[in-house]
C-alpha cells in the first residue's frame, strides 16, 4: 500500500501519457535546436562541455519531474552536442539527415515497436520487405538476395562473413554451428591491405584469426591490385572495398569478381558508404559488377542521410545468412511472413527500417542520385579549392573524400588543431601512406558551396598562422 500522501508512479506515468505536456515541452526544444543548426559551431565550445558537469550526481532516490529532466538535457545538452546535422562537420564519414526521415522516425519512437517477428510489429515486416526490394533494384543485386536491418555496417559486416563461414565450411563438409572451429576446416581470408577496421574486428570476433590474413598489397589509392590477389579456391572469403576509407577508391570489381566466381570463392564487398554511387547515373561505374558478390554491407546513416543508426546486411545466399544467425525456442513463433530476426544477430531490434522507408520514398530514385552526386560535387569543390590555397591533395576525388596535406607533418597536425579549434567545421586527421593528412569525408545534404568557402577560409587562417609561428 502507497504512504499516505505518496503518488503511485505508476498513475503518476498514466497521467503524462495523457496531458503530453512533456512531449509538447520536447517539440520546442527540438525546433530550437534544428533552427540553430545550420548557423552554430560545429563544434561544442569549451564552455559547454565544461557545463556538462551539471549531470555528475548519485543516482537520484526520489523520482524526477520530467519537465526538470527535459529542462536540464536541452539547456546543457544541446549545446554540447556534434552539429553533424548541418553543412560543415566533415569529420568521420558521418551523414546530415533527411527532415521526412527525422520525422519519421519520430513518429515510429512513439511506436515503439520490437521488430524480431511479424506478430510482433506487421508494420515493421512490411516496410522491410518492401525496402530490401528496394535495394535490390538499386543496387542491381540478384532477385534471391535478402536483407538484414542492423545497427551499422560494423554489424552487418559480422554477420556478411558469419554467412561466407558457415558456406565454406559446409562446402567442405563441416557445420560450425554444432561443432564450433575447434578441428574446423582452414578457411582463407583474402583482402587488401587498406581493409577497415571494422572487417578485422568480425574476423576476431568470428574465431577467424587477423593472424590468418593472406594480405594484398594495395595501389596508391587504396585500392587491392588485381594482379596481386592470390589464387582463389572454394575455401577463400574474399574481401573487397567499395569506398576507401580515407581515398574513397573503388577497387576493380569486374575482373576480380569473375576470378572469384570461377574459384567458387565466397565474396563479401565492405561498401558503408560507396556502394550507395550504384544509384547515380554519373558514379555508377565505381560499382560496376558488384551484383557478383555473395554478401554486401552498407549504411544508410553515411551517405544516404537516414538518421542514426541504420545499417544493412545484404546476401545472395539466404540459406547461409538465416543458418548463421537463426534463433530458436518455443516461444519464437515464425511464420509465412518476413520474420526480420532471420536475418540479423538480434531479437530485440529497434524499428530503424521506418527512417530508411520514409528516406528511399521521399528521394526516389531521382532524389537519391542528386544526393549522392552533389556530395561528390562538393568534395570535387573542396579539393580545387584548396589546392588553389596552396593545399596538397592526395588522393584522386573519385567520390566524396578528400585527403589534404601541407607542407610538413608538423604543419599538417596544427593546421588541423587550429581548424577544429575554430569550430567553423570539423574535420579528421589521419595517417596515410606515411604521412599526417586532414581528411574531409562529405556527407551531408545540407551541405552547400558557401559552405564548402567558408570552410576553405578555415582552412588558409589556420595555415597562415601556423606557418607565422613555425617558419
Known sequence: MEEKGKTDIRERMFREMKDKSNFNQVKEYAFEYIDRSLARNVYPTQQAIDDLHVFDEELPVLSGAPNEILEKLHQYGSPATVSQIGGRYFGLVNGGVVPAA????????FWDQNTPLYVTSPIVSKLESVVENWLKQLFGLPGETVAGFV??????????????RFRVLQRLGWDVNARGLNGAPKIRIVAGQQTHGTVLKAISLLGLGKDNIEWVKADNQGRIIPEKIPALDDRTILILQAGNVNTGSFDD??????????????????????LWAAGSGNLNH???????????????????NTPYDCGIILCADSNALVTALQATGSYIVYGDKRDGMLYTPEMSRRARIVELWATMKYLGKQGMDELVFGLHERAVQFARELE?????????????????ACENDEITDKTLDLIQESRECWCGGAQYNNRRVIRISVCSWATTTDDVARSVKAFEMAHKEVKSQLL
Open 102 to 109: 527525422l520525422a519519421a522516425k519520430w513518429l515510429s519512437d
Open 151 to 164: 545497427s551499422g555496417t560494423s554489424m552487418a559486416i559480422l554477420c556478411g562473413l558469419a554467412a561466407a
Open 253 to 274: 570489381f569486374e575482373p576480380i569478381l569473375e576470378k572469384a566466381k570461377k574459384a567458387n570463392a565466397w565474396v563479401h564487398i565492405d561498401g558503408a558508404f560507396g
Open 286 to 304: 565505381l560499382t560496376k559488377g558488384i551484383e557478383k558478390a555473395n554478401s554486401w554491407s552498407v549504411d544508410g546513416h553515411k551517405t544516404l
Open 388 to 404: 588553389e590555397a596552396g593545399f596538397q591533395i592526395l588522393n584522386d576525388v573519385v567520390f566524396n573524400q578528400v585527403l589534404v
